[in-house]
């Protein structure tokens, strides 16, 4: 799988369909078996370089490479690496590649990582470039989808809320183009709808879509309902901000006519996209999703760093 | 109006009428020290008017920027007043500090001294896509 070719992920797209099959099989093993896994990393090193804040994402990183029996370093914030003197990225990577095995990177600048990855001979992960690519949540809604459907093809997915500047729309839009049968019903105000580049491709690839405004007229139709936040950072206006972040809010009352079935998934974090209330709906998965994400980055970093772990 | 041909040197024929100074000013034909003939809105059968630039020796060109201006262009070789060799600018796959990415949110926007780099997705779209973020640029 990896030969000598030092590889990275820097958009879901690096990966095929095959190997992300692969990650999504070693996740779940390493969900039924981590023991198995828990020394696979013994003396690798994570570096995670977060130029703009994250919770998750980090956190998820550390604990996965922890869980790996690996160790961790790095910075949360750009104002505690040198990037506050003006430090630019190429000489932070090129530095951080001398300490450590495999880098997560997480930028405000889109293509960030593809700087980071042309400066460095340690795998790249790309923690998240801007409104750009997210692609190892991507893995986390596919690992979701997946254990949750048992499945990820023949099935209707709606995209609720921020379609425009949402990466993680942009990014599973994309990976799930590459299955069967996968219909979207896209839910969002006129201002957020998704780019023209993106409904391109949904139209290069002859899929199924529709753009509505009414999140309630979609409800029955669908098998996911990926809910997003209108993120305040992507604004370069607050008064718009205010204006659209509470078009859409998730309520009980609103899943009266959803399917049994339905898996509610969201990013995170939320502000107050969906109602605590729904938080106790068998059908709210969204915190199970931060456990898929811990999985799936574990079995990412055995993939990039090019480990087999033997069976038991 | 009559300009002498070239003797040895390049005739950069068939650019769109009025596209020849930019041509002239990106290709740095000024510092020459050799002789340069800019004609403009020659009568052309093919595009009804077109621009010629004549350089009195030969240099190296950057074919693919020159396909990025025009892609009719034709260049043409010329040794002791004889044709030696004629090439056509074609749009190029790669453009490498042509172009500059404008979304502000591109990591070029920043980072020092990287090169500005666009991949072609689409030659009859003339669309280029910037290898950093994605943006796209479509050719004017």
Redesign the interface.
């Known amino acids: 799988m990896q030969g000598n070719k030092i590889r990275n992920l820097i958009s879901i797209t690096d990966l095929s369909v095959d190997e992300i099959e692969g990650l999504i099989e070693t996740a779940n093993d390493i969900e039924k078996n981590p023991e198995k896994y828990q020394d696979a990393c013994a003396h690798k090193q994570l570096a995670t370089l977060f130029f703009e804040p994250s919770t998750r994402t980090r956190l998820s990183f550390e604990s996965a490479m922890l869980s790996l029996g690996g160790q961790v370093l790095g910075f949360s914030s750009a104002n505690s690496s040198s990037a506050s003197k003006g430090e ?3 000489d932070t990577v090129r530095t951080v590649g001398n300490y450590a095995d495999i880098i997560a990177m997480r ?6 990582p ?2 980071a990855a042309q400066r460095t001979v340690v795998p790249i992960i790309n923690a998240g ?4 690519f997210h692609p190892t949540q991507t893995l986390t809604d596919l690992l979701t989808i997946s254990r949750k459907k048992g499945r990820l093809s023949d099935m209707t997915i709606g995209l609720c809320g921020d379609l425009k500047f949402g990466r993680t729309v942009h990014s599973l839009i994309e990976a799930t183009l590459r299955y069967k049968n996968i219909k979207y019903v896209l839910i969002s105000p006129d201002e957020l709808r998704l780019p023209d ?1 993106m409904t391109d491709k949904l139209n290069e690839a002859g899929a199924d879509y529709e753009e509505i405004t009414s999140l309630e007229e979609a409800m029955p139709k669908l098998d996911i309902l990926y809910m997003t936040r209108v993120q305040r950072e992507r604004f370069f206006n607050e008064e718009d901000y205010v204006r659209l972040k509470d078009t859409y809010i998730l309520t009980p009352e609103k899943l009266r006519n959803a399917k049994k079935d339905l898996v509610i998934m969201h990013p995170l974090p939320r502000v107050n996209e969906i109602s605590v209330r729904v938080d106790d709906d068998e059908r709210a998965c969204y915190f199970y999703q931060t456990l898929c994400g811990k999985h799936i980055r574990m079995a990412l970093i055995l993939f990039l760093l090019g480990i087999k772990v033997k069976e038991a | 109006m009559n300009i002498d041909g070239v003797n040895t040197g390049i005739v950069l024929d068939h650019i769109k009428a009025g596209k020849s100074m930019e041509i002239y000013e990106y290709l740095g034909l000024d510092k020459l020290s050799s002789c340069v003939a800019i004609i403009q809105n020659v009568k052309s059968g093919k595009y009804g008017k077109k621009d010629i630039i004549k350089i009195d020796e030969i240099i190296d060109l950057d074919l693919d920027a020159l396909g990025y201006f025009d892609s009719n262009i034709t260049v043409n070789y010329i040794k002791d007043g004889k044709l030696v060799e004629k090439k056509h600018a074609e749009l190029p796959d790669r453009l490498t500090d042509v172009i500059k990415c404008k979304n502000p949110r591109c990591i070029t926007s920043t980072e020092q001294e990287i090169p500005h780099v666009f991949e072609l997705v689409d030659k009859e779209k003339k669309m280029y896509r910037c290898v950093y973020c994605d943006a796209l640029v479509k050719l004017k």
């Open positions: 630019s990225v190429s930028h405000p600048k889109e293509g960030a593809v700087i470039d801007g409104g750009h580049y």
